[in-house]
C-alpha cells in the first residue's frame, strides 16, 4: 500500500504481507451427517485515509493551537502545511492483522433441524497509533528511561538515529498492543418443514485487550497513562457483549398466512468508568501519582478498563404476512411490529464517572426504541 500527500508526493509505503488461510473439513461418518471443521486465516487492515490525511496534508489550511499567557497569545503547535508536518510515518510502521482460528462441528438431526458448535479465538496485533516522540523517545519521558521493564521507547524503535524536528506526531506500530477475542457458539436450526421453521442461537465472547486504537490516532502514544503497557491499561473490551441468545421461528398457513416472531437478548456491553477531556471518554485516573518501571504518573484506576457493564434487555419482534393472487396481480400484504412489548430499556448508561450536567454516573443515556408498527402491501404483476 503506498499513500500519497495532498501534493501529490509518495509519503509513506509498506511491506509486502502474505496473509495465509487454510482450511479442512472431515465427514466423520462418512454419511454427510456430522461434519468436523477448521480453519485458519489472517487477515491484514490496511491503514485507512483518515491517518494518510494526517500525515499528508501538506498545502490548504494551516492551524496555529495557542494558549494566552503573559496577556499574549502563544503558539504552542501549528498544525497543517510543509514547514511543520502535522505528522509522518514512521519507518518501522506494521500493517496492522488479525489472526482467526476457528473449529465447527455440524450435524443433521433428521427431521428438517440440524445443530452447529463453533469455538473461536482472534488476535488482532500490530496496532496502528500516533505517537509523541517527545515523551517516548525524548526529554519528556516522566522517569528514568533505563529503568528495567521502562515505558521509554527511544528513537530506534520508530527506526530513527535522532528525533526529526518540526514534526508533531508519528504514526506507528504501538508498541505492546494487542486485543483477543475467545467465544463459542451454538446454533439449532429447523428448516422449514410441515408449516414452520425455527432457530435457536446462543453466543459467548471473552473480549479482552490493552488498547482501542483501530485507526484513530488517540491518545496513547500521547500520554503515558495510556500505554498498553501500563497498569491496568488491559481488561474487558468496552463494548463487548458477554452473552447473546437468539429464538426465531415462523408458521406457514395453507391459505397464505404467515406468522412469525423472534426475541433476542443480550447481558449488556461493557464500557470503561471514565473522565471526560479534549471530548474524550477515557479510563479514570488514580488520585495520587504513583512510579511504575521508573516512570512516575497518574495511572488509570484498576477495574477503570471495561469496569461498566451496562444492564441486561431482551426485545420481541412479530411479524404477519399474508399472500393472495387476483387474477395475473399478487398482493403480499404484511404488518411487522418492534418491540412488540414496549419495554423501553436501557442500552447504555452514563460512564462518565462525574456524570454530566443533570445525568449522573449509571443513569440511562440510550434506551431500545419504543414499539412501532409498519403496515403495507406489496404488488406484483405477471405470472
Not at 463453533?118 to 528511561?145: F, Q
Not at 477515557?282 to 488509570?300: K, M, S, W
Request: aromatic letters at 14%; proline letters at 4%; one cysteine or more.
Amino acid at each position: 500500500w503506498q499513500h500519497f500527500a495532498t501534493t501529490g508526493a509518495e509519503i509513506f509505503t509498506f511491506d509486502w504481507e502474505y496473509a495465509p488461510r487454510i482450511s479442512a473439513a472431515w465427514d466423520i461418518t462418512g454419511t454427510g451427517r456430522d461434519k468436523l471443521s477448521a480453519y485458519y486465516g489472517r487477515y491484514y487492515d490496511p491503514i485507512r485515509n483518515n491517518l494518510t490525511n494526517f500525515a499528508g496534508t501538506l498545502s490548504g489550511t494551516i492551524t496555529e493551537e495557542q494558549v494566552f499567557a503573559n496577556n499574549q497569545w502563544v503558539t504552542y503547535r501549528t498544525r497543517g502545511g510543509p514547514v511543520v508536518l502535522d505528522a509522518a510515518f514512521a519507518p518501522t510502521t506494521k500493517t496492522p492483522y488479525t489472526d482467526d482460528i476457528l473449529v465447527n462441528y455440524q450435524r443433521d438431526l433428521g427431521g428438517s433441524m440440524a445443530v452447529e458448535v463453533s469455538v473461536y479465538h482472534r488476535e488482532t496485533k500490530d496496532v496502528i497509533e500516533d505517537y509523541d516522540l517527545c515523551l517516548y523517545a525524548g526529554s519528556c519521558y516522566p522517569g528514568d528511561p533505563n529503568a528495567p521493564g521502562s515505558l521509554f521507547l527511544g528513537a530506534g524503535y520508530f527506526g530513527f538515529t535522532e528525533i526529526p524536528q518540526n514534526i508533531n506526531f508519528f504514526i506507528a506500530t504501538l508498541a505492546g498492543g494487542e486485543r483477543t477475542l475467545d467465544g463459542a457458539e451454538i446454533v439449532l436450526r429447523k428448516r422449514l418443514s410441515n408449516r414452520w421453521q425455527g432457530l435457536a442461537s446462543y453466543t459467548y465472547s471473552d473480549a479482552e485487550g490493552n488498547t482501542n486504537s483501530d485507526s484513530n490516532a488517540d491518545f496513547a502514544g500521547d500520554v503515558i497513562e495510556m500505554d498498553p503497557r501500563a497498569p491496568n491499561v488491559k481488561g474487558t473490551q468496552p463494548g463487548s457483549i458477554e452473552h447473546i441468545a437468539k429464538l426465531a421461528g415462523s408458521y406457514h398457513f395453507d391459505f397464505g398466512l404467515v406468522l412469525g416472531g423472534a426475541y433476542r437478548w443480550n447481558s449488556g456491553a461493557y464500557q470503561n468508568r471514565t473522565y471526560l477531556t479534549f471530548r474524550r471518554h477515557l479510563p479514570v485516573l488514580d488520585a495520587e501519582e504513583t512510579t511504575y518501571n521508573g516512570a512516575t504518573a497518574f495511572f488509570i484506576q484498576e477495574g477503570a478498563v471495561g469496569g461498566v457493564k451496562n444492564p441486561s434487555y431482551g426485545v420481541l419482534d412479530l411479524s404477519a404476512s399474508y399472500n393472495r393472487q387476483f387474477g395475473p396481480v399478487g398482493t403480499e400484504f404484511f404488518l411487522s411490529v418492534f418491540n412488540a412489548l414496549d419495554e423501553q430499556s436501557t442500552v447504555l448508561t452514563q460512564d462518565l464517572a462525574a456524570g454530566q450536567g443533570t445525568v449522573t454516573f449509571g443513569d440511562g443515556t440510550v434506551w431500545v426504541q419504543p414499539r412501532s408498527i409498519s403496515l403495507g402491501v406489496r404488488l406484483s404483476f405477471g405470472r
